[in-house]
T-cell receptor, first 114, second 116 residues
Framework: ELKVEQNPLFLSMQEGKNYTIYCNYSTTSDRLYWYRQDPGKSLESLFVLLSNGAVKQEGRLMASLDTKARLSTLHITAAVHDLSATYFCAVDERSAGGSYIPTFGRGTSLIVHP | KAGVTQTPRYLIKTRGQQVTLSCSPISGHRSVSWYQQTPGQGLQFLFEYFSETQRNKGNFPGRFSGRQFSNSRSEMNVSTLELGDSALYLC???????????????FGPGTRLTVL
């Protein structure tokens, strides 16, 4: 059974600082997703990472994937208050039938304060 | 262009009842997935439908079922409701034109189900 672990689960940052959220997973996969969820809201897709060494950037967020280490990182550069949200990673596991089943991490609750 | 819509947004039911939730995907999107979000279990994948066929299924009991219509709209049904079914149910749609089904998913606002 695929397990996906995120850390930290809670992160309090000062504006302007950098930090990294880690997503480890337990079995082979080359499909990893990052999502954002604002309090009381739905999910928003941030990144899709499909190969070893993939790196994607959008504004102050950069995600990368190392399939050999089974690790993805979400790096936050010069945090601003608007980035306060919960961030989830999800990993696809291929089922015996050939379909893909996503497993989510528990989420990292990020608060950026002045 | 209109986003993913879900109805109803809030629902209160009692144990033993059944419930049907509806999801209308973005126009042109052929794949619809359903997720359950609870404080205890987090986000869990329920199932995915594509072209009226269930393509993927998560690890949920048979009380949870779904279907997709020819216009890509989808419904999910939960029978014999239990207290633990109280959750936010999210649906998401994707265009499904890229290989390996890796298009960006767009999520609806969710249906908040409370089982008393």
């Amino acid at each position: 059974e695929l397990k996906v672990e995120q850390n930290p689960l809670f992160l309090s940052m000062q504006e302007g600082k950098n930090y990294t959220i880690y997503c480890n997973y337990s079995t082979t996969s080359d499909r990893l997703y990052w999502y954002r969820q604002d309090p009381g809201k739905s999910l928003e897709s941030l990144f899709v990472l499909l190969s070893n060494g993939a790196v994607k950037q959008e504004g102050r967020l950069m995600a990368s994937l190392d399939t050999k280490a089974r690790l993805s990182t979400l790096h936050i550069t010069a945090a601003v208050h608007d980035l306060s949200a919960t961030y989830f990673c999800a990993v696809d596991e291929r089922s015996a039938g050939g379909s893909y089943i996503p497993t989510f991490g528990r989420g990292t609750s990020l608060i950026v304060h002045p | 262009k209109a986003g993913v819509t879900q109805t109803p947004r809030y629902l209160i039911k009692t144990r033993g009842q059944q419930v049907t939730l509806s999801c209308s995907p973005i126009s042109g999107h052929r794949s619809v997935s359903w997720y359950q979000q609870t404080p205890g279990q987090g986000l869990q994948f329920l199932f995915e439908y594509f072209s009226e066929t269930q393509r993927n299924k998560g690890n949920f009991p048979g009380r949870f079922s779904g279907r997709q219509f020819s216009n890509s709209r989808s419904e999910m049904n939960v029978s014999t409701l239990e207290l633990g079914d109280s959750a936010l149910y999210l649906c998401a749609s994707r265009r499904n034109t890229r290989p390996r089904n890796t298009d960006t998913q767009y999520f609806g606002p969710g249906t908040r189900l409370t089982v008393l």
